[in-house]
């Protein structure tokens, strides 16, 4: 266990005293880089990002803020001043949800049309990079071969380079970035978007590749069912130019962050290196079955 995925319990305790929350009897939920906690009667999830993440993390509170004042169904914050930052890691508050399951693809599809139909918000939320963390990604895929490595990171520098020169789509709106029914969940009071991190102003194509890659790369999604995803949302981003382009995008996403995790789950080696060998073309054409890295 790395030291930022290492239980912050410190971290926890300085951070909920400055909310004026007990976490005597916190309980863990994830313990990564983002580390994730529960504070058992008090119905409050608290979040605590890695250090360096603290203007991510503001941000992450002011598009909270925005979906609630435009009334998007999204994780709602604790009503408390945040973030706080402790230990030099930026801490946040929030809401806990009844359970929840996986939304379908035409509740993403719902959500997505009602966030892009709402003009950009006047608050900083930066431009969409798609490719933020690859490098990143790579240096710390330790259990891939250097001529695979290299591979990607050429991929990756034509890529960047295709996305500067990118045709015309849609008009820029605020996207959500990682759009898929595991961040947009259904619970007893409706469904609602969850990991707000990523959020962005750029093509709102991007959150529409997400289903469109799971139905024509990974094979997650089925054909009727991307169907009915393009009816509720009412466009099909595959018959755009700049398709081949997003969704190349979000594959090289996809496998650097297999290839990053295998290091340190074995279990999931298999899985990231059959994701590069489909990308090199040893797999044979889309759709792949990729199975699913949690």
Known sequence: MTTSAAPARQVLEQACAAAGLDAGEAEPLRLAENQIWRL???????????????????REVRVARWLAQEAVAAVRLFDVEQPITADGRPV?????LPPQE??????????LSQLHS???????????????????????ATTISSEDREWLHGLHRDLAAAWAERP???????????AW?????????????????????????WDLVSTAVRAMTTGAVSRPEYDRFCAVYGYDVT???GYPLLARARELRMVTYAAQHAA???????????????LRGRSGPRPWSWKGIL
């Not at 605590?48 to 203007?55: H, K, L, T, V, Y």
């Not at 340190?264 to 489909?278: F, K, L, P, T």
């Open 239 to 241: 018959e755009w130019e």
């Open 118 to 140: 709402l003009p950009a918000p006047d608050i900083d939320l930066g431009y969409l990079d798609p490719f933020v963390r690859v490098n990143e990604r790579l240096q710390a």
């Open 264 to 278: 340190s789950h074995v279990e999931w080696r298999e899985q990231a290196q059959h994701r590069i060998d489909c």
């Open 181 to 205: 029914p595991g961040n947009i969940v259904r619970t007893i009071d409706g469904v609602l978007m969850m990991d707000l991190e990523r959020f962005s102003v750029g093509p709102p194509e």
């Open 92 to 96: 946040t508050f929030w809401v806990e």
């Open 102 to 111: 996986h939304g379908s693809v035409e509740d993403v599809a719902r959500l």
């Open 40 to 58: 058992p009667g008090q119905r409050v999830i608290v979040r605590i990002a890695r250090e360096g993440q603290g203007a991510a993390t503001a």
């Open 168 to 178: 015309a789509g849609l008009p820029d709106r605020a996207v959500h970035g990682d």
